[in-house]
T-cell receptor, first 112, second 112 residues
Framework: KQEVTQIPAALSVPEGENLVLNCSFT??????LQWFRQDPGKGLTSLLL?????REQTSGRLNASLDKSSGRSTLYIAASQPGDSATYLC???????????FGSGTRLSIRP | EAQVTQNPRYLITVTGKKLTVTCSQN?????MSWYRQDPGLGLRQIYY???????DKGDVPEGYKVSRKEKRNFPLILESPSPNQTSLYFC???????????FGQGTRLTVV
């Protein structure tokens, strides 16, 4: 069964720290891996998309890596700010049509 | 601007009263799908469509119907809503292949 797992479920760090969020998947046959941000009760905002042939993508203070052989992706957030507080979800579509499998998310809290 | 538009954003209804949540996209994407998000259960796929007139069940299709008569629209129909369908619903689209998924703003449905 294809699964996407995110650990930890929750993380609290002081402002200014660099941090890493983890995502693991059981099947390496993913089309891509996408990281989303979700604020409480709100929609999903796409942060970064890494194609299966790529190893990393960067956007501002965010850097996402992908290692298909080990079934892992990480989201690195540099110089964290209170505005980064949200739930971060990773998601991967597999070869089976349009199904995207989501991790359960990491709830991030940045303390001022 | 790329958009996935869901309506309504919020809906409170009574058990058994048929309702439709609309989803429309302006990106000419082939794939469209519906997800529900519940605390502790994450995002689960309800139905998906690979193209016009092609739909299939996701992980939790019971109590829902969909149709794809036009490429841009993918309505979610609840023929006889029940309280266990109270949830946050998202419509998602993406193009064929390993491309970025786009999500609507979400519809918060409460069935009393």
């Amino acid at each position: 069964k294809q699964e996407v797992t995110q650990i930890p479920a929750a993380l609290s760090v002081p402002e200014g720290e660099n941090l890493v969020l983890n995502c693991s998947f059981t099947d390496s046959a993913i089309y891509n891996l996408q990281w989303f941000r979700q604020d409480p009760g709100k929609g999903l905002t796409s942060l970064l998309l890494i194609q299966s042939s790529q190893r990393e993508q960067t956007s501002g203070r965010l850097n996402a890596s992908l290692d298909k052989s080990s079934g892992r992706s990480t989201l690195y957030i540099a110089a964290s700010q209170p505005g980064d507080s949200a739930t971060y979800l990773c998601a991967a579509p597999y070869s089976s049509a349009s199904k995207i499998i989501f991790g359960s998310g990491t709830r991030l809290s940045i303390r001022p | 601007e790329a958009q996935v538009t869901q309506n309504p954003r919020y809906l409170i209804t009574v058990t058994g009263k048929k309702l439709t949540v609309t989803c429309s996209q302006n990106m000419n994407h082939e794939y469209m799908s519906w997800y529900r998000q519940d605390p502790g259960l994450g995002l689960r796929q309800i139905y998906y469509s690979m193209n016009v007139e092609v739909t299939d069940k996701g992980d939790v299709p019971e109590g829902y119907k969909v149709s794809r008569k036009e490429k841009r629209n993918f309505p979610l129909i609840l023929e006889s809503p029940s309280p266990n369908q109270t949830s946050l619903y998202f419509c998602a689209t993406r193009a064929r292949g390993g491309t970025e998924a786009f999500f609507g703003q979400g519809t918060r449905l409460t069935v009393v």
